[in-house]
């Protein structure tokens, strides 16, 4: 497959260097451009549980002309992935499939404004960290479960298609038919983390069993999973509380992305995290109190961060 990944921070170069090495022609489109050039001229480390392994990417910071690829992936933050779906526009060809992977809710109705839905797959990345060591190289720590879904009119074969790409690269990849179910699974597990981890400064396993964060995680996913019952979506989650401590239990010593990003003083995805618990809530004529006070003291504090 001609794959072009836009957006190569952490997940996107783990994703970029896994496919490039299982002999996909990888295009990695991103802005920063220390990465890019350490990547195009001694390759992309990609290191984890599994050894460490190098692959050749063509690395750029804009998409080079004339150029069509089979899958374009879109691996950025919530917050640009409106600006990488216009970006991604002259990489894509009558039969190109577009894969948006981003956390939370709302980005596929963004992307689909954009590409069109009928090109459009949802994929989610579970239990999966990543960081960037340093310019060319990344690590990851786990690579659990990638889920993807068409977004509307896209063809099941299409979305098999690429599950079937990735799983070539090592990644526990599958085409699922309700997507926005795993996404609200997902949702209701980063809910619980996100938003306390990155106002605490703790670890999920240490808001897990904090004596008084704890009740306020698992008091947002049990909102979470209130709100997915009243929309109507199919979710297999008998026991919010359950599945959010499994969940917990699984990486006791990770720091949510959004806690990483508020080490590093950046505007998180709590808006599309958190934030998408009363949004969606209010569709059905509910509010979601405790989510909704955990989005308005992350984005207080992120204020400053926004000007800067």
Request: glycine share 12%.
């Amino acid at each position: 497959m001609r794959i072009a990944v836009v957006g190569c921070g952490a997940m996107g170069s783990v994703y970029a260097g896994r496919l490039a090495g299982a002999g996909h022609e990888v295009l990695a489109v991103h802005r920063g451009a220390e990465h890019v050039a350490a990547i195009a001229a001694g390759g992309l480390t990609v290191s984890g549980p599994d050894g460490e392994h190098r692959a050749r990417i063509d690395a750029r910071t804009t998409p080079p002309p004339g150029i069509v690829v089979d899958l374009v992936v879109l691996a950025v933050k919530a917050a640009d992935v409106a600006g990488a779906a216009d970006l991604a526009r002259s990489l894509i060809g009558a039969d190109t499939v577009v894969l948006t992977i981003q956390n939370g809710l709302g980005s596929g109705d963004v992307v689909a404004q954009r590409v069109g839905a009928d090109r459009l797959a949802v994929g989610i990345a579970s239990g999966f960290g990543a960081s960037l060591i340093g310019p060319g190289h990344v690590h990851h720590n786990a690579m659990r479960a990638l889920r993807f879904g068409s977004y509307g009119g896209l063809d099941a074969a299409a979305v098999e298609r690429v599950a079937e790409a990735w799983r070539a690269a090592g990644f526990d990849a599958a085409a699922v038919p309700d997507i926005l179910a795993m996404q609200w699974e997902k949702l209701i597990c980063n809910v619980a983390y996100s938003a306390p981890c990155a106002l605490s400064g703790l670890t999920v396993g240490e808001v897990m069993d904090h004596e008084h964060l704890g009740a306020v995680s698992r008091a947002a996913a049990t909102e979470a999973w209130e709100t997915a019952t009243a929309l109507g979506v199919g979710i297999a989650v008998p026991d919010p509380v359950a599945l959010v401590r499994e969940f917990g239990a699984q990486m006791p010593a990770a720091k949510p992305s959004a806690l990483l990003d508020h080490e590093a003083r950046r505007v998180s995805e709590i808006a599309v995290i958190n934030g998408a618990v009363p949004r969606e809530a209010a569709t059905v004529g509910r509010q979601a109190p405790v989510n909704a006070t955990l989005t308005a003291l992350a984005r207080t504090r992120e204020e400053p961060w926004v000007r800067r």
